[in-house]
């Protein structure tokens, strides 16, 4: 039973355009939402994050949305850059519950 | 936040044999957890120490075991490895309080692969 779903595999953008990620998740009590990215033969690195009480959270190019009532978040890229090129990560967690949860990810290509 | 490490990059064992995988973590960060990712998945939590005792473990066996040292560094340990324990190991520290809502910060993993 997958609780965080990234249902895109791989996704590919033109370079100075917007990526949009897409991340469904199931369980209710999840109220804390990650971005991580991953590159080749290196962990995961935290992007950015949002708290259930809010539905907006941007830094830089980054901008983090989330819709409680449909259990989705999405993560927007502007622009697109070629370093941006990684598998992406939707993760959330529950207040007391320690682990986060991940997604199978999304692989980002950004093309010239 | 960056200052994850660990150790060893790459490693072959053989089924039925133990390995012990090593992290170390961020002066400062007191939760350390260990995530198992198998190709093509997302990373798998495997359990969460905080303050040198277990306080959070995912659904795998008691082979998989480890220990938090004072020192901010930590081990994975599995017992009678199985082939499907091929994976990428990663160790993941924050500073927060375990319960508390905090990005973790990972290290670059420990590819294991069991013949």
């Known amino acids: 039973d997958q609780q965080v779903k990234q249902n895109s595999p791989s996704l590919s953008v033109q370079e100075g355009r917007i990526s949009i990620l897409n991340c469904d998740y199931t369980?209710?009590?999840?109220?804390?939402f990650l971005w991580y990215k991953k590159y080749p033969a290196e962990g995961p690195t935290f992007l950015i994050s949002?708290?259930?009480?809010?539905d907006k959270n941007e830094d830089g190019r980054f901008t983090v949305f989330l819709n409680k009532s449909a259990k989705h978040l999405s993560l927007h890229i502007v622009p697109s850059q070629p370093g941006d090129s990684a598998v992406y990560f939707c993760?959330?967690?529950?207040?007391?519950?320690?682990?986060?949860?991940f997604g199978k990810g999304t692989r980002l290509h950004i093309l010239p | 936040e960056t200052g994850v490490t660990q150790s060893p990059t790459h490693l072959i064992k053989t089924r039925g044999q133990q390995v012990t995988l090593r992290c170390s973590s961020q002066?400062?960060?007191?939760?350390v957890s260990w995530y198992q990712q198998a190709l093509g998945q997302g990373p798998q939590f495997i359990f969460q120490?905080?303050?040198?005792?277990?306080?959070g473990r995912g659904n795998f066996p008691p082979r998989f075991s480890g220990l938090q040292f004072p020192n901010y560094s930590s081990e994975l340990n599995v017992n009678a490895l199985e082939l499907d324990d091929s994976a990428l190991y990663l160790c993941?520290?924050?500073?927060?309080?375990?319960?508390?809502?905090?990005?973790?910060?990972f290290g670059p993993g420990t590819r294991l692969t069991v013949t």
């Open positions: 993941a520290s924050s500073r927060d309080t375990p319960g508390l809502a905090g990005p973790f910060y």
């Open positions: 369980n209710s009590m999840f109220d804390y």
């Open positions: 949002i708290s259930s009480i809010k």
């Open positions: 993760a959330a967690s529950a207040t007391g519950d320690d682990k986060i949860i």
């Open positions: 002066s400062g960060h007191n939760t």
């Open positions: 120490y905080y303050r040198e005792e277990e306080n």
